[in-house]
Structure formats: structure tokens, C-alpha cells
């Protein structure tokens, strides 16, 4: 008799679990359609509404006064001014675990990586997401893959404003720069390697954009360019 009841319990136990086993893959299998919809829906979904908070990339050469423009911009319309260079070093003096390997970097005079660079971007637009009327990226994406790989991870960019000028009119202007300042790497000779390295990068960048581009005569006063500059901000805004 025990031998039986032993074995009947057995019998009930296995038809438990199979019960059990039974309901939690129906379940599994009537949620996950549920959850790939949801996964599907989320994919490529952009972490920040460039619709109704502009990204507008701030392009020029050196010397062609977008650091002025900037200013002008953020003083009349508030948008959050980012730069890749101003987020690296105060990323370095956090002392954060990344902060030491772009610093190993630094020492060794390799450049920091697009990937982290990007992520710098993104965690700062994310921090001011909630309150930003619109983004300046300024002096980014410095190459083409920069600016494929932005849209990917963060937005489409609303507008691309490039404050264009001679390479002449650069040369003078930054060389006029090293009397005042005393930088040594603002002779003649760098300046010229400089600007093509600018140039040559920059032209495959806007080349991606042509419906998004808005150049602007940079040779002009601060004021006349400011003007361009608000013909192409002002719709924005009233959106």
C-alpha cells in the first residue's frame, strides 16, 4: 500500500510540473509577440524629438568667429551650447574611470575615440533634454562617419549652419590671432595644414546634407552674419 501511494504521489507531482511548465510557456509565448512589438517599436526610436527641440550643427573653420556667433545664439534664443573639446577636458577633471583612459590617451598623443566622444555628446544632450529649447553642436561631427553615427545614436540634425569663408581670410585672421595670443602653433604653415585638414573633412560632411545645409557668408561684420544666422532660426523657434 505505501508502494502504491508513493507512486501516486509521483504521478501527481509530475502532472504538477507538467501543468506548471505547460501554462508558463503558453504564457511566454502569448507576451513575447507583445514584447517584439514593443522591441520593434523602440528600435531607431531617437532618444531626443529634434522636432520640438532643434539640433542645429555649428560648422566653420578656424577663425571663421562661430565661438561669437555661439554666443549671440544662446543669448537670444537659450539653446544649449555643447562642445566636444569643452566636454573632454571636463570629463578629464572628473576623475571618473574614463577620465583616466582619455587621459592615457592624451599622454601617449592619440586621438580620443568617435565612439566616446559620441557618448560624452549624448549624456550631455540627455542631462538637458528636459529643459533645452535647442541644441548648438559645436565643431561636430569633425568627419562624415561622426555625423552618420550621431543621427544614428541621438537625433536627425534639424540644420547645419556653416560659416563660410576664404582660406585666405582665415590665414589672416588667425594669424592675427598668434600676434595677440602668442600661440605657436598659429604660424603660417600650420595654419595652411590646418585648413586643409579642415576642408578636406568638412566638404564630405556637408556633401551628406544638402537639404539640411544653410551657409552663410562669414566674411561679413558680426552683426550681418548674426542677421543670416537669425533668418535661419527664427522659423525654427516659432514652430
Known sequence: ??????KTLVKCLCSYEFIFVFVFVTWLRLNSVRWERCFIFNIGKAPIDSSKVPIVWILGGPGSGKGTQCEK????YGFTHL??????????KSGSERAKCLTAIMERGELVPNDVVLDLLKEAMLAKAGEAKGFLIDGYPREKSQGIAFEKAIAPVTVIIYFEASSETLTKRLLGRAVSSGRADDNEETIKLRLKTFLDNNDQVLAQYPSKLQRINAEDSVDAIFNQVEKILDPLVAQ
Not at 500500500?1 to 508513493?6: A, G, R, T
Open 83 to 92: 562642445s566636444t573639446g569643452d566636454l573632454l577636458r571636463a570629463e578629464v
Open 1 to 6: 500500500m505505501k508502494i502504491i501511494i508513493e
Open 73 to 76: 545664439i544662446i543669448a537670444k
